[in-house]
């Protein structure tokens, strides 16, 4: 039982993720040409901006799936260099080194945690690569109509 509950938080919250990422990066690409009265520059920068507050929202979504999961009996905690005994910012803190892979290993999952953790690293690979694929090519667009402008 508590095997398929952790397959149906895991799913759910990369779905949902995904899901955000992929209306984020539909609305930027409609969004971004409009600008016209920013520079074509700009415009890359705003990009940036939003998809950095994406993954950051993305990362919450995780946070919240550790920290709700790790209350549920038998799914295990988070262990280590925890400043709030495994609270909230602790999760959030476990999810960002997750979400990009950087895997400092002070703070570990246990249990069934552990399968959200290698979700969310593979989830966080895919997203983080989607969105520098997305910004190359508004960058090329963009710097390509600031070449055509000298």
């Not at 952790?6 to 539909?26: G, K, P, R, S, W």
């Not at 409009?34 to 929202?57: A, D, E, T």
């Not at 919450?60 to 709030?84: D, P, Q, R, V």
């Amino acid at each position: 039982m508590i095997l398929a509950t952790a397959f149906l938080i895991n799913t759910a919250v990369v779905t949902v993720t995904m899901v955000i990422h992929y209306e984020a990066l539909f609305w930027l690409s409609k969004k971004l040409p409009k600008l016209c009265q920013i520079r074509p520059r700009l415009q890359v920068l705003v990009g940036v901006l939003c998809v950095f507050i994406v993954h950051v929202i993305e990362i919450w979504l995780f946070a919240f799936a550790f920290y709700f999961s790790s209350m549920i009996e038998g799914m295990g905690k988070l262990t280590g260099n925890l400043s709030e005994g495994g609270g909230l910012l602790d999760c959030v803190y476990f999810s960002f080194v997750t979400f990009t892979t950087v895997g400092y290993g002070d703070v570990v999952a246990e249990g069934r945690l552990r399968y959200l953790g290698g979700i969310e690293s593979l989830t966080g690979i895919v997203l983080i690569t989607w969105s520098a694929s997305f910004l190359f090519v508004e960058m090329q667009r963009n710097w390509a109509d600031l070449r055509k402008l000298k």
